[in-house]
């Protein structure tokens, strides 16, 4: 039996007999060293593999994860990748008188791939004020109403104008530690007693839930 100069055995004429079993075990040991070898968890891993090899390669269902033999533990692929892009939007203008914040109508629900993940909300849209001496406020919020950080209530206006618009857009930072589907949504109020609408039907209103592996 010969090798690649990569080091992958193959089968030669003189092995099609009496070397055969040798070699073909050879091959198939070659094959689980360079593939990427699928298991269930970590566990069922260990099992399989209790003397992995430095540099072996092996895909985890469980957390949709790839990971490689160090020389003394499996570890992630480096991070920092976007596993996943989920948009909503919203075509319909909005407004609320209310003190306290209220939903926007406009929320997204995203499926993490892995529990280690971060989630990057970006909320933009155009809002419009109207009153005197008055503020709105926005804010991204979990499904439990919790601001996120990042994306908590800011004001928006001037406590000296009657009237005031601008396009804005709020970005938030979240870690769910979950694979569950988890939803984020946008809430709005005023300050005091003007309106504060979203002009939705002039520019669409849009919430992104973008997921980015640790």
Not at 102 to 115: L, Y
Not at 146 to 172: C, D, K, W
């Amino acid at each position: 039996m010969a090798n690649t100069p990569e080091g992958t055995p193959y089968v030669e004429s003189s092995d099609l007999v009496a070397n055969y079993p040798a070699a073909s075990l050879a091959l198939a040991n070659r094959v689980d060293l360079v593939g990427v070898l699928p298991f269930a968890n970590a566990a069922a891993r260990t099992t399989a593999i209790p003397t992995p090899t430095d540099g072996q390669f092996t895909y985890l269902q469980d957390t949709n994860s790839t990971e490689f033999y160090n020389g003394s533990a499996f570890q992630a692929l480096a991070g920092g990748k976007i596993l996943q892009v989920v948009r909503a939007t919203d075509s319909t203008g909005r407004s609320t008188t209310s003190a306290t914040l209220v939903d926007a109508s406009i929320s997204v629900t995203i499926t993490p791939q892995k529990s280690t993940s971060a989630i990057l909300l970006i909320w933009s849209f155009s809002a419009l004020l109207f009153g005197a001496n008055d503020l709105a406020r926005f804010a991204i919020t979990d499904n439990s109403n919790n601001e996120i950080s990042g994306a908590q209530a800011g004001f928006f206006g001037s406590a000296n104008t009657t009237g005031i618009r601008a396009n804005q857009v709020l970005i938030g930072y979240s870690t769910p530690g979950t694979t569950s589907a988890t939803t984020y949504k946008g809430r709005f109020r005023v300050n005091f007693s003007g309106t504060a609408e979203l002009a939705n039907a002039t520019v669409t209103g849009q919430l992104y839930a973008i997921e980015v592996s640790a």
